[in-house]
């Protein structure tokens, strides 16, 4: 993959949330919570047109089993996964490997926190999206220095001694 300007993180459901990271200037440049698929499928299609640019786009997966059949989010899951694909393969986007659940713990709340990153309003989904985000940076390797650095700060300030 040629190195993206933008990586943009998805937590898919009945209220998606959205991360957007410029990796040129180390910020988050958005967090969206949303429930309508569309206006997903407007924020991607306005970040295309406005500002094109190299990007990469990752979801949280969501796997279709005897018991996430059942939950009520699982309709509009896969509807904002399938407009993410779309579009990132109508505009030759690279798509990131998509994420379990759980792999979102790497990126810490308090780590978000501290930098910043996710607004007041956009708490539940606009949180995990911002943590799946920080997973993949810390994962890929793509974390900035202030981002390291600030978590080895918080991590020798919560150690005993």
Not at 109 to 131: F, T, Y
Request: with cysteine; aromatic share 8%.
């Amino acid at each position: 993959m040629s190195r993206p300007q933008t990586i943009i993180w998805i937590d898919p459901g009945q209220k998606t949330g959205i991360a957007e990271y410029n990796l040129t200037t180390g910020l988050i440049t958005t967090v969206i919570e949303t429930p309508d698929f569309q206006r997903v499928g407007d924020f991607l299609s306005n970040l295309h047109y406005l500002a094109p640019r190299p990007v990469a786009i990752g979801w949280e997966n969501f796997i279709i089993s005897a018991a996430t059949a059942k939950k009520t989010q699982a309709p509009w899951s896969l509807e904002v996964i399938g407009v993410c694909r779309w579009l990132a393969l109508s505009y030759g986007w690279t798509i990131l490997q998509p994420q379990a659940p759980a792999d979102r713990h790497l990126g810490k709340k308090e780590w978000v926190d501290a930098l910043g990153w996710c607004p007041r309003g956009a708490r539940d989904d606009g949180m995990s999206a911002c943590q799946h985000l920080l997973a993949y940076l810390l994962r890929s390797g793509l974390a900035s220095q202030r981002i390291r650095d600030m978590i080895v700060t918080l991590q020798q300030g919560s150690s005993p001694g």
